[in-house]
């Protein structure tokens, strides 16, 4: 599985292509930072690196078969979903929903 916490994209179409291929082999999970309210205005004051449209991001995810979670806790309880039941994330299109202690196929 590859695990990923990002920040900000240079070339945003070529990252998802390149998660796009990995994915055919490996389940990709992303936690995205600056996605809270919070998180948001925080980095609209500090950078506008941080605050991609999570809209779009979350409408990839969806397309191109990653995992994306908006905390910490997910991304934990998603990585070790993951390590324990690597062989049932072929019977899903690879796009899993993981929220508060439950991944389910989305």
Known sequence: M???YLESFADLPHFFELVSQVRQKKPV???KGGTSQRG???SLSHTAALATNQIL???AAHQIGF???DTLED????AFF???????????DGH???RRTSCECD
Do not use: W
Request: net charge neutral; glycine share 4%.
């Open 67 to 69: 995992t994306l979670v």
């Open 40 to 42: 948001q205005q925080a």
């Open 96 to 98: 899993y929903q993981c």
């Open 82 to 92: 993951f390590a324990q039941y690597s062989q049932s994330a072929g019977k899903c």
């Open 57 to 59: 991001f979350a409408a």
């Open 75 to 78: 991304f934990l309880e998603a």
């Open 29 to 31: 999970i992303i936690l």
């Open 2 to 4: 590859v695990l990923l």
